[in-house]
C-alpha cells in the first residue's frame, strides 16, 4: 500500500483582484514507504499549497488524498489532531516557524505535550534532548532562543520538531532554500541519514534542480498546478520529455559540485 496516494485533487484561490487561480488543478500520484518524491517548479507554481493539502493544513475543493490508507479529507478536527504526528511539515523559513519567546526546549517539546501520549515531563525532556543530538544540537541548546541560533541551527530545530513525534512522512517544503550553500549540503546530508535510520517517506518541495537531483528517487514537475512530468529523477533530468521542463532546465544554475563524503558540517 502506498503511503500517498493522491487522486484528481484540487485547489483554487482568487487573486487579489477576484480571478480563480487554479493552484493545484487536479493532480494525482502515489509515494511508497521510504521514498522520496521531488516536487519542482517555478515559483507560483502550486508546489506549496500542493503540500498543504496533503497534509490537511489546507482543505482541498475535490479530489481524494490517503495518507497511510486513511481519508484524510473525511477525518474530524478530532482523528486528525492524534495523526498530525505521523504526518509532518518542516517550512522553507526556519525562523518564522520558530516561535521566538520559546526556549529551543520548549519548541521541541510542544508537539509531544499536543499529542498527550509522550508521558511525564522526565520522559518528554529525555525525548526532546535525544531528537536534538540526533539533529547535531547538544543539551547547551535546551535552554537558548530562536534569535540566539544561526539558520542552519534554526532549521535543525525545525527538523527536531518534527522528528520528536516519531513521524512517517514529512514534507520539506524548500528545507534548505534560504540557507547557504555549505549549510544546505550538510542539512540534505543529515535529512538522508535520518530517513535511512527511520525509514522516513519525504516529500520534497523545491526549486532547485541539482538539490532534487541528488536528493529525490522521483521527481514530479509542477508547472500551473499540474504535473507536467513524473518519473524517476535520473530519467525525468536526463532525458526531459516534456518542453516545459526542457525550459525549467535550460533556465536552471549550472551544476553545484555535490560532496556526499564531507563531513556534516556544523553552523
Ligand atoms: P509555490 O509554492 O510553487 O511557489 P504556491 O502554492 O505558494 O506556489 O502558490 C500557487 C498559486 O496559488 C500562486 O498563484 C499563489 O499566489 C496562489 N496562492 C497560494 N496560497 C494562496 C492563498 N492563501 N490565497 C490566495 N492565493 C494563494
Ligand atoms: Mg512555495
Known amino acids: 500500500m502506498p503511503i500517498i496516494e493522491l487522486k484528481d485533487v484540487r485547489k483554487t484561490f482568487r487573486s487579489p483582484q477576484g480571478l480563480p487561480v487554479a493552484a493545484v488543478d487536479g493532480i494525482s500520484f502515489s509515494v511508497e514507504r521510504g521514498?522520496?518524491?521531488g516536487i519542482i517548479g517555478e515559483s507560483g507554481s502550486g508546489k506549496s499549497t500542493l503540500g498543504r493539502l496533503i497534509?490537511?493544513?489546507s482543505e482541498a475543493d475535490s479530489g481524494t488524498i490517503l495518507l497511510e490508507g486513511e481519508d484524510v479529507r473525511a477525518l474530524s478536527k478530532a482523528q486528525l489532531r492524534k495523526r498530525r504526528r505521523r504526518w509532518q511539515i518542516v517550512f522553507q523559513e526556519p525562523f518564522a516557524s520558530l516561535n521566538p519567546r520559546l526556549t529551543i526546549r520548549q519548541i521541541v517539546e510542544e508537539p509531544l505535550i499536543v499529542a498527550r501520549t509522550y508521558g511525564s515531563r522526565a520522559e518528554r525532556l529525555r525525548r526532546v534532548t535525544?531528537?536534538?543530538e540526533e539533529v547535531g544540537?547538544?543539551?547547551d541548546f535546551l535552554n537558548r532562543r530562536p534569535a540566539n541560533?544561526?539558520?542552519?541551527q534554526q532549521q535543525r530545530v525545525g527538523i527536531a520538531r518534527c522528528l520528536?513525534?516519531?513521524p512517517a512522512l514529512v514534507v520539506l517544503d524548500e528545507p534548505t532554500s534560504s540557507?547557504?550553500?555549505?549549510?544546505?549540503a550538510s542539512i540534505l546530508r543529515m535529512l538522508s541519514r535520518l530517513q535511512a535510520a527511520r525509514g522516513l517517506t519525504y516529500v520534497f518541495v523545491s526549486h532547485d534542480i541539482e538539490t532534487v537531483r541528488h536528493f529525490c528517487s522521483r521527481v514530479a514537475v509542477m508547472h500551473r498546478g499540474r504535473f507536467v512530468?513524473?518519473?524517476s529523477t535520473h530519467d525525468v533530468l536526463s532525458n526531459p520529455q516534456q518542453p516545459y521542463t526542457k525550459a525549467l532546465m535550460s533556465a536552471a544554475m549550472p551544476p553545484i559540485p555535490y560532496n556526499p563524503g564531507t563531513q556534516e558540517v556544523m553552523a
Request: hydrophobic share 40%; net charge negative.
Open 164 to 166: 520528536v513525534t516519531d
Open 35 to 37: 521514498e522520496t518524491l
Open 137 to 139: 544540537l547538544s543539551q
Open 179 to 184: 540557507l547557504d550553500l555549505t549549510i544546505r
Open 55 to 57: 497534509l490537511r493544513l
Open 229 to 231: 512530468e513524473i518519473g
Open 149 to 152: 541560533l544561526s539558520g542552519g
Open 130 to 132: 535525544e531528537t536534538l
